[in-house]
Every structure is written in C-alpha cells, then in structure tokens.
C-alpha cells in the first residue's frame, strides 16, 4: 500500500493535534516564586550525572514567557497542548500549597482557553519534590498517597476550567530508568526499590484516578512509553526469551495491572528473586486497575532485542544506555539496540515509523477493554543548523514527521482508535542526562536569548494541522 499522506489523509473529525511538553524541561524558574528543588534540580548537582553539567535551572524561560509560548502555538494552529505541573512548585518540599506556584498554572490554562487551545495536564512528568526523596521517594509506599494529595491541590484549582487529566508520564522511566539503571533521577541502582517505584507509581495512579472521578474530572487518563521487543534473531530461542522479558518488563508490568487488575505471570517469575509479590497489599490491584477514559501512548523507536552479550567490534549506533550491569531491566541480561538498516536520529534511536503503526494496531487488538489511544508523544533529535536566512531547515525531522503520521493514519485505516497525536516537542528544551544539546522542538530556541523561531517542521506541522482545520 501506498503511504498515506498526512496532508491529504482525512483525519477522523475531532482529532487533537498538539504538541507535548514538560515543566522540568522548559519552565525554568527552578527557584522562584516558593518553588524548591526536585529531583532533578539536585540530581544536576551531583558530577557527572548530566551532560556538560547542564541543569534545569533556567530551561527556556517558559516561566516567564508563558503567554507568548501560548501566541506560538496559536498560530501554529495546534488544538491541544501537553503540559505538566511540577510538584514541587505546586507543593514545594511537599508541605503545604504555594499559591504562586498553582496561580502560574491557573494563568496557563486561561490563556490556553483563550486561544481556543485544549489544555492536556499531566501531574506527574518525573519531577519529585526532593524532600521526598530524601524520605526514600517512590520506594515509600508512603509517596504514593502524597501524590493524591498533590493531585487535590491541582484539581482545586484547575478542575473548573481542565477536561483531561493525565497521573504519570512514563511510569517506566521515573520507576526503573530513575532507580535501577540509574540514568535518571535520583540516578539509584536498587533494583528492589525501582520494583518499589513501579508498584507505587501504579497505586499513586489508582489514587488520584478515583480521587479525580470523584470530584468530577471528565476524562482520566496515563501516558505510557511501549515498544515493539523483537528478537534479533527471530529464530534464535535466547533472544526470543530476551524479547519475551522485554514486552514483560517494559510493556505488560504496566499494561495489564491498569486494564487487567494484575501483573503479568511470567514478569512475577522474571522479578521473583527480588520479592516483589511482598508489595502488594491486598486491594492494590483494584485500586490500580480504576477506570480509564484514555491511554496515551509515548513510542520513538522499536526494541531490536539479544540475549547474548554484544559481539566486540559491534558498529556504533548501539544505545550506550543499556549495558547489563545497569540495566533498567532488573536482574536481566540482555541488550536492545537498534535495527542496523535503519537509520538513527542524533539520539541514535532507530527511524522506524512502522513501528508506531505497529505498535497502536496492536494495543487494541491485544486488550478488548483498551480505552481510545492518543500518541502523546513522539518526535526526534536532530543536530539543526541554522541556515544563512536564520532559519532551521530540518528536512530530517519534517520526514520523520511526516512518515510518522503518515504510520498513524494506517493504523487507523486498520483500525486502531487514535484520537490524537502531540509532537514532542513544541520547543527545544533540556533533555534530561543528556541537557541540552539533543533538540526535540518544532520550533527552536537560541538559549543565548532565549529567542523562538519555528523551524520548517513546525511549520510543515502548521501545515497538515490548517487543512484539517480548514475543513472541520
Ligand atoms: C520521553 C520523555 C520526554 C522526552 C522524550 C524525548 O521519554 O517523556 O520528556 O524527554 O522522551
């Protein structure tokens, strides 16, 4: 079949085109207005942890540029906008409300629904408030009930004016990533306390999705990073096994205990040593598995996956992220890395929009119950340039664009219910380990001025947005 053009695709009425983003990587304003330290303003502080000891600090000023972030993404066209609350301005030290803090949000939203902009909340995008790290984080059961609180404080003051509420944005990476592998904050390699995390995060979700539907939130949902786990070599039995443990750990320990009321089987045996069935209280299952009105799914790339150790002389292209020994994989051997007859981005992710297609075909097929699906981010890192005319001609990023909503639309021609999709991201930003030399944005920013300029993807992005626009 002949690729569908995401210009001319007639996209199902409705559709919400946005963009994603998320306070640690943009607001800056780390310690302004009452707001105090998350884990990741302290994790940057410890050597070596983020690239060129880059911090989120300053960010790009969206604190202070808020509203004409918002114009931006007016005239872009965009009908959504993906945004996270920080915890530890909304609660710093996770003590009591900070009015500032909520009043920035609170603004936020008006001006979203001023400009005809649907405002996507996510509570938490991986952002602790540092003091309760200090008091094990999301080892402690305890973290997960002072996330319901947090959650309250939001919703008192934005559920008048806020539809969609999101609990967490990757529960995988602020689990495992942040306390086994140790790549992320709190940068912990305890693979018991990252199974802690994980079972935690799922309660802390549970809790605030019945909490939410309580005080009337019209539509709850969870973002979750899934991927395709293919064996390297799909006849070999050892990296079938590795892909098995993959989709388990990766995908299904979070999947099914939201929509199943359970963990997978064969994840219990795969975690055993490390006594995770202990975590479980009865009635956590049930509280986890509330009702959900979306999932938001968040995928880059495929898992090309091996069980064996890496052949010396392997090509680069291989994540440097994923070494056994700290392995976000807990008490696994194996690898994944990408295809190698595919291209990769500058993050060395493979280019792979048949994944996605994959990937949202797959999810409703796999689970009868599956709520509607929006792609709530995907996107690329590219090394941009700024051309002679003070531009950025990413023609790299309009094609992964391109063929990635193009993979959407089939998977709707096949099926698949995607109501969404939101660019990651609207604005270059710090990306995490890695600062802020890998750019996401659509549009970019200069961190010398902090000035924005769209780059040809957002406009190509404007583009494919105005004609459904136009028409709808
Ligand atoms: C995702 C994160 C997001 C961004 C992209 C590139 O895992 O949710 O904040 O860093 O990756």
């Known amino acids: 079949m ?3 053009d995401p210009n001319t695709y007639e996209w199902p009425e409705g559709f919400l085109w946005g963009s994603a983003t998320a306070a640690a990587q943009i607001e800056g304003a780390a310690h302004e207005d009452g707001k105090e330290d998350s884990i990741w303003d302290a994790y940057a502080r410890v050597p070596g942890a983020i690239a060129k000891g880059h911090t989120p600090e300053v960010a790009v000023d969206h604190y202070h540029r808020m509203p004409d972030d918002v114009r931006l993404m007016k005239e872009l066209g965009l009908s959504s906008y993906r945004f996270s609350t920080s915890w530890a301005r909304v609660k710093p030290g996770d003590r009591e409300v900070n009015q500032a803090g909520l009043d920035f949000y609170s603004r936020l939203v008006d001006e979203l629904l001023e400009a005809g ?21 999301w080892a402690n059961r ?17 559920g008048d004016r806020v539809t969609h509420w999101t609990t967490f944005n990757e529960p995988l990476c602020s689990s495992l990533i942040g306390y086994a592998a140790g790549e992320h904050a709190p940068g912990r390699q305890e693979p018991r306390a990252a199974l802690a995390a994980l079972h935690h995060q799922h309660l802390a979700h549970g809790l605030a999705a019945d909490l939410l539907r309580e005080r009337g939130a019209q539509r709850i949902g969870i973002t979750l990073n899934l991927t395709n786990a293919l064996p390297n070599d799909p006849a070999d039995p050892v990296d079938q096994e590795a892909a098995r443990r993959l989709d388990a750990i990766w995908n299904r320990a979070f999947l099914e205990p939201l929509l199943l009321a359970a963990y997978p089987a064969d994840f219990l045996e795969d975690v055993r040593a490390h006594d995770f069935e202990a975590l479980v209280q009865p009635g956590d299952l049930e509280t986890i598995a509330a009702p959900l009105d979306f999932l938001g799914v968040n995928h880059y790339h495929d898992d090309n996956v091996s069980g064996h150790p890496l052949p010396p002389g392997t090509p680069p292209g291989v994540r440097p992220d994923v070494n056994p020994t700290s392995s976000p994989f807990v008490g696994s051997e194996y690898i994944t890395f990408p295809r190698r007859d595919l291209p990769v981005t500058a993050m060395g992710w493979e280019v792979n ?44 990023r309009v094609a992964y664009l391109r063929a990635h909503l193009s993979a959407v639309a089939e998977a709707i021609e096949e099926g ?10 609207l604005l ?5 380990a ?8 659509i549009v970019r920013v200069d961190y010398d001025t902090q000035v924005r300029t769209p780059k040809d993807s957002a406009l190509e992005y404007s583009r494919i947005i105005g004609r459904v626009r136009a028409e709808t």
């Open 2 to 4: 002949a690729a569908l």
């Open 117 to 137: 902009i649907l405002p996507w909340l996510t509570l938490y995008h991986w952002d602790l408030p540092q003091a309760l790290e200090e008091r094990d984080g």
């Open 142 to 158: 305890d973290t997960a009930y002072r996330f319901r609180d947090y959650a309250s404080a939001v919703y008192d003051a934005l």
């Open 353 to 396: 929009p048949d994944g996605l297609r994959t990937l949202l075909v797959r999810l409703g097929r796999e689970y009868p119950n599956m709520p509607p699906l929006y792609v709530t981010e995907n996107g690329s890192a590219y090394e941009d340039e700024v051309g002679e005319d003070g531009r950025v001609h990413d023609a790299e």
């Open 416 to 425: 698949a219910d995607v109501r969404g999709y939101f660019v990651w991201s």
């Open 428 to 432: 270059d930003n710090f990306e995490w």
């Open 434 to 441: 890695w600062g802020y030399d890998k750019r996401f944005g």
